[in-house]
């Protein structure tokens, strides 16, 4: 982790810190949650309440986290390595364990079932502080920025990223859901989350390499259905395939011979005697060494017809 990075987490440590002590106290920022609610901004304007629903669905951990995994995971195909789709993992965990402890061991009601005007609702039987919509938005759609491969898509992506959580974070707000401090906690949260990832990346590196490993003895212990049937013998040589995995022929017979010859006088596949019920096979470059003089065209005889070499360019015609 860079300087920067780690300046700006402790940063926001103390922040969120803050934040819990502010409304532990019943500070100015519970009388700021109680204005705001008291105000009631969908009522304000009602016209955008249709939109809004729908778009706080981009808080929604569920959904979003499909999105984004679809996405990082045709990127781990096209890149070949599972880091994308790790980090993710590794950030939606680190947001279910944070944010989930923080909302059951406060236990703050939300606006819509708060009991005392002015208490700060800490405590009781709720679980919406931090937001988790609010958390959510800033780790699901941050982490495309922190896996972004060169600078410009980084900067375009945090600008998404940004939006999307300042966006939600202030939907909430305007439903009536979650209380302000909630939604800058929730920021700060996510915040925490994006920012910590570099410190466990060695670990994303140590599961990446024990998943690829597994994977790779799996694909070599089930070996295809060609490879499985193929007979006895075949992709061998054919000179290996007759000497047999020790190297040497059977004792009997004039195969020792001819190994020994093979050897030592580099005798071609070809001039070995079959086996028993093995078909004999000729060498191209013997084909006519041997010959017969009978059989030998006698010298200045014109070869047949059908044994010519016919030029491409002349045209073809009858025999005269």
Do not use: C
């Amino acid at each position: 982790m860079s300087g920067t990075r780690r300046a700006l987490f402790f940063t926001t440590l103390g922040l969120y810190a803050a934040i819990v002590a502010a409304v532990l106290t019943t500070s100015r920022l519970v009388r700021l949650d109680w204005r705001v609610m008291l105000f009631r901004p969908y009522k304000q304007w009602p016209e955008l309440h249709a939109f809004l629903d729908y778009f706080v669905v981009l808080g929604q951990r569920g959904p979003t986290a499909v999105l984004v995994a679809a996405w990082l995971g045709w990127r781990s195909w096209r890149q070949r390595t599972l880091r994308p789709l790790l980090a993710l993992g590794a950030s939606l965990l680190l947001l279910n364990v944070t944010v989930g402890a923080a909302k059951l061991g406060m236990g703050r009601e939300g606006p819509h079932y708060a009991n005392r005007i002015g208490a700060n609702e800490m405590f009781l039987t709720g679980d919406i502080f931090p937001s988790g919509h609010t958390a959510n938005a800033v780790v699901t759609w941050g982490i495309l920025a922190y896996l972004a491969t060169t600078p410009r898509a980084r900067r375009r992506l945090s600008v998404v990223a940004a939006v999307f959580a300042l966006g939600v974070g202030t939907t909430t707000v305007y439903i009536g859901t979650h209380w302000v401090s909630d939604v800058l906690l929730g920021w700060a949260s996510g915040l925490l989350i994006l920012l910590a990832l570099p410190w466990f990346e060695p670990l994303i590196a140590r599961v990446e390499a024990y998943l690829l490993s597994h994977w790779y003895r799996f694909r070599e212990g089930v070996a295809p259905l060609s490879a499985r049937l193929r007979p006895a013998g075949a992709g061998i040589p054919p000179v290996a395939a007759r000497l047999g995995a020790g190297g040497a022929y059977p004792a009997s017979g004039p195969e020792p011979a001819l190994a020994e010859a093979l050897l030592t006088e580099a005798v071609l596949p070809a001039d070995l005697p079959p086996r028993a019920g093995e078909p004999r096979t000729h060498h191209p470059a013997h084909a006519r060494q041997h010959a017969a003089r009978s059989e030998r065209s006698p010298a200045g005889s014109r070869r047949p017809y059908g044994e010519r070499t016919v030029s491409r360019t002349a045209p073809m015609g009858p025999r005269k």
